[in-house]
């Protein structure tokens, strides 16, 4: 079929410009020749088209009062890698408070290719400030150059699920995101969930029964065997149970009835042996090593996590304990407790810097030798 009079289709190849291997040259930067100028003049790229002062941060309506730009540093990390589309040319400076990044941050602190790219983007969009706000959408098309589509949940088709489905299989980009709330109940419907925020869609399942769903007449003479803390507003529940083996029925719940809301469920378990009372020789054999990784910092998790070390390891039991320390609002205090619960029960060693990997040593990330005390 002709495309009507008026627009002109066209499949751009390898050779065209404005390919994904021929990009145009935005705001007519040409990398390898402003690469070549710093190799030649032996410096550092300055970008003088967005540049590092607070022109290209921008003015944001609502910024925080402890936030005083006139006190930015733009700083360098060790290199830059960045690429995409449009051949956006832009120097190494991040903008810094308190030798924090000031906007997008990696969990690893020696990690900067995301801060890179957002400045990229920040310089496309004209600042950063242009970067707050806006819709998934366009910035899903702004990345990958593809379609898109979008649904509002009280105007969905009803086979919404089913196209979800389909482009979890197909590996498609999806994103959601929150409403504004006006009033408590609003709010207490989004069940932690932040009003006004963007949210990567990584999974879409269904969990159902082999009946397909269980009546409420199946929890009315049931006792739960085993069940949570009553924990409001919490993004994460953990819990260390001792059952009999048999089969059980995992429910999780909302808040107040009648209420629907999405969960992750993550199970981890263990073949009991030789079952006779509360002593920890009842999960023999003790593995010989434990690897734990960033988990000191959930609150409701503390408690749980050492006594399921308590449960899990022997006198000959090897724990690797890895996490990156965080200086920033309650962690502190949860660092504190439970280390002070850990030391009851286990003898810690840290393994010094010159023992770890030279490319992920950092003074942030502590890496802990432990093993049972022998009481």
């Known amino acids: 079929m002709l495309p009507h009079d008026g627009f002109h289709h066209h499949n751009p190849n390898e050779d065209d410009v404005n390919s994904p291997s021929n990009p145009l040259n935005f705001l ?16 550092l790229y300055n970008d003088e088209l967005f540049p590092p002062d607070n022109s290209s941060i921008g003015l944001f309506d609502d910024l925080p009062d402890e936030v005083d730009l006139s006190q930015v540093v733009w700083k360098r990390p060790s290199f830059w890698r960045f690429g995409k ?31 890179l790219l957002e400045k990229a983007y920040a310089k496309v969009c004209g600042s950063y400030a242009d970067l707050n706000a806006g819709f998934i959408s366009e910035a899903l098309m702004d990345f990958t150059g593809g379609t898109h589509m979008y649904y509002a949940l009280n105007t969905a088709p009803d086979n919404l699920w089913k196209i979800m489905e389909c482009a979890f299989k197909s590996k498609t980009l999806m994103g959601c995101g929150s409403h504004t709330v006006t009033t408590p109940e609003e709010k207490e419907l989004l069940h932690g969930i932040v009003e006004e925020h963007a949210y990567t869609v990584t999974g879409v399942y269904e969990m159902r029964s082999q009946s397909g769903r269980f009546s409420s007449e199946f929890f009315i003479d049931r006792e739960p065997v085993a069940q949570t803390d009553e924990l409001d507003w919490c993004r994460e529940v953990m819990k260390f149970f001792r059952l009999e083996p048999g089969e059980y ?44 990784a960033d988990c000191i910092y959930y609150e409701q998790s ?31 205090e949860i660092e504190k407790r439970f280390f002070e619960l850990l030391l009851k029960e286990f003898q810690s060693e840290e393994i010094p810097s010159e023992k770890q990997d030279p490319e992920f040593n950092s003074p942030d990330i502590h890496i802990l030798h432990l093993r049972r005390r022998l009481h």
Not at 30 to 41: K, P, S
Not at 308 to 327: D, N, S, V
């Open 302 to 332: 503390v408690e749980p996590l050492v006594e399921t070390l308590k449960l899990l390891a022997g006198p000959e039991t090897c724990i690797i304990c890895c996490y990156e320390q965080r200086t920033v609002g309650v962690n502190p």
């Open 28 to 43: 007519d930067q040409d990398y390898q020749e402003l690469h070549q100028n710093c190799l030649t003049e032996n410096k």
């Open 85 to 115: 589309w449009i051949d956006v040319v832009i120097d190494d400076q991040l903008p810094t408070l308190d030798d924090e990044l000031l906007f997008v941050c990696s969990k690893t602190s020696n990690e900067f290719w995301p801060a």
């Open 249 to 292: 029925l995992i429910v999780p719940c909302t808040k107040n009835p009648g209420e629907t809301a999405s969960f992750v469920l993550s199970i981890f378990s263990k073949n009991e042996t030789h079952f006779e009372g509360g002593n920890v020789d009842d999960f023999l054999p003790h593995p010989h090593y434990i690897l734990m």
